[in-house]
């Protein structure tokens, strides 16, 4: 068997848990980023009219879309996996059978990023409902950034639980790192109103790059650099993976 | 000969200071049933591990089919019970076996068939739909080995599988073990119930803080290791007592517990005294594998 159906078969397993649960969670899926949308977007928007040019509604649809992914797959990555890691032995069962290590981080991490593009794809419908489209010829590749954008958040949040000795450790890497990132990285407003250090910050963060990509794909602001975006995305993606692996090794194996 | 189905030469395996397992040879040949026998801690869970490539050696030789044991791809022909329960809680009996089979490589198609058989193998049949979580222990651990079936495996490796059963839920446990090994499947068995070795296991192996004490046949060890006959003397005695009962009759025995287990070629003279001791119990029986299990891993707790 090759590894690309070892780790779908991770994959499928975490899909077939979902699906049980589906509907439940599309209601939050569609709900949450409607009322954000709808109250921040209207709200706020009415007040404060357009951000960098074009409307708040769309300037934070593009935002919370990314805010979104990384939030849907970092969750993944720490609780869920933590969960099946070490409550139910999951991962403990699946070593009994040809999968390995990175057979089981790579279907975690794509799963998480999966779930990004659900919940992206529920957001993306109620953001084109509100009006918070405007260019729908490109508006579509988004989607594929999103997915992009949740294997990075993925791969970082499975650093995260790899080290992790309990529960309580994630609440350090949402205040220290997620939130941050969430009001830092121009979810909200453009980070150009930022002080030049704290910029200097911003740019080396994967969620900036996500927001440089996705705003620019779904409003008329021009797109610029897209592959450094793509690029960051992808070596945070990449380097996540592979110190996951290692860590996961180093806990399980001994 | 044919070559063994898993060989072991100098096997080392250290946890920090602590050295688990202690540089142990073995072979199994195929078509067996081979007993992993030893207190808790001796190493047994250890060994397993390593087999499976889930705890690195530290040193020595260690091979499955052949080639170094740990490899992903030699996990295709082995099923693993372990010792600790990981039913996929968020799916049913059967969803387990066909969600266990696709980390095998195996459609839900082509485990159609065969799940059915395991579930009735198994004596799940009825259970096919529910939650893992509304079994009971028994059904749960053979859901467990139907699911160590699903790959139809050549080794079939059991870490204590009937620990904490009731007698009939171990006594079925047996029974289908015994028809794995009739169908030329190899297991490998740990288990801390001597009667369970006894009857199903061909080749002991008895391991005591990481290093193999013993190894042979049920019949072998038992004759090799105690006397053939054993008085167990119990009631309200104390050492003092026994020492007068069994005075200068030169009886080797363990005291476990409040036990004493006296073994002999030959129990009469033995017999006749414990008649003169009205709060004596005794009980006399032919020796078993329990005996020799305590006789080897000592009288007191090893842990
Ligand atoms: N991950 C670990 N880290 C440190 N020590 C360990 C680890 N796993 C096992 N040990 C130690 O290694 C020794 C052997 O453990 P092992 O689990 O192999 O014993 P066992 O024979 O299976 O015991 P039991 O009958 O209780 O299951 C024990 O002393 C145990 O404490
Ligand atoms: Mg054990």
């Not at chain 1, 993925?154 to 609440?171: I, K, Q």
């Not at chain 1, 890497?173 to 911003?202: D, K, N, R, S």
Request: glycine share 8%.
């Amino acid at each position: 068997m090759m590894q690309l159906s070892r780790m779908l078969a991770v994959w499928h397993r975490n899909f077939l848990v979902w699906r049980k649960l589906a509907a439940a969670s599309m209601v939050g899926n569609f709900g949450d980023p409607f009322l954000y949308l709808l109250g921040l977007g209207y709200g706020l928007g009415m007040y404060i009219g357009e951000m960098s040019g074009i409307p708040y509604m769309a300037f934070l649809a593009s935002g919370i879309l990314c805010s979104s992914a990384m939030n849907t797959a970092t969750f993944e990555a720490t609780y869920s996996v933590f969960t099946r890691m070490t409550q139910q032995f999951t991962w403990e069962g699946m070593l009994a059978t040809p999968l390995s290590i990175p057979d089981i981080v790579a279907g975690e991490m794509l799963w998480a990023g999966t779930k990004s593009l659900i919940a992206g794809t529920a957001i993306f419908i109620v953001a084109g409902l509100l009006g918070g489209i405007q260019s729908w010829d490109t508006a579509i590749l988004a989607l594929p950034v999103v997915l992009l954008t949740g294997l990075c958040f993925a791969s970082l949040g499975l650093v995260v639980c790899m080290l992790s000795p309990s529960y309580d450790f994630f609440l350090y890497y949402f205040t220290l790192a997620v939130t941050p990132m969430f009001l830092f990285c121009g979810v909200f407003y453009p980070i150009t109103t930022l002080p030049e250090p704290v910029q200097m910050f911003a740019q080396a963060l994967p969620l900036t790059h996500a927001v440089d990509l996705i705003r620019p794909l779904l409003t008329e602001l021009p797109l610029q650099a897209a592959w450094l975006h793509i690029g960051v995305l992808t070596a945070y993606s990449a380097g996540g993976y592979a110190l996951a692996v290692r860590l996961a090794r180093r806990r399980l194996l001994k | 000969m044919t070559n063994p189905v898993v060989s072991a030469k100098g096997l080392y395996k250290r946890f920090g200071e602590h050295v688990a397992v202690s540089g142990v040879d073995f072979d199994i040949p195929a078509g067996i049933c081979f007993g992993i026998l030893g207190p808790n801690g001796a190493g047994k869970t250890t060994l397993i591990r390593m087999l499976l490539g889930m705890a690195p050696l530290t040193s020595g030789e260690y091979t499955l089919f052949g080639e170094s044991a740990g490899v992903a791809e030699q996990r295709q022909r082995v099923g693993v019970v372990p010792q600790m329960d990981n039913l996929d809680p968020d799916f049913s009996v059967s969803e387990n076996l066909f969600v266990y089979a696709s980390y095998f490589g195996l459609s839900r198609l082509q485990m159609q068939g065969k799940v059915n058989e395991l579930l009735s193998f198994s004596e799940l049949s009825g259970r096919s739909s529910s939650q893992v979580a509304n079994l009971s222990g028994g059904m749960r651990r053979r859901l467990m080995i139907a699911r160590a079936l699903v790959n139809d495996p050549d080794v079939v490796v059991l870490d204590e599988p009937t620990t904490g059963l009731d007698p009939q839920a171990r006594h079925i446990i047996w029974q289908r073990l015994r028809e794995l090994k009739r169908s030329g499947k190899t297991l490998i068995l740990t288990t801390h119930y001597m009667e369970e070795a006894e009857q199903l296991c061909d080749d002991i192996m008895i391991l005591n803080q990481g290093r193999i004490i013993a190894r042979g046949s049920p019949r072998i060890l038992i004759g090799k290791h105690v006397e053939p006959e054993v008085v167990e003397l119990r009631g309200e005695v104390s050492q003092p007592d026994v020492d007068a009962l069994l005075g200068e009759l030169n009886i080797d025995y363990e005291h476990v517990g409040d036990s004493w287990f006296c073994y002999l070629d030959d129990a009469r003279p033995l017999l006749e005294r414990c008649t003169g001791f009205p709060k004596l119990n005794f009980v006399h029986r032919p020796a078993n594998l329990e005996d020799v299990f305590l006789k080897l891993t000592g009288r007191e707790l090893s842990e």
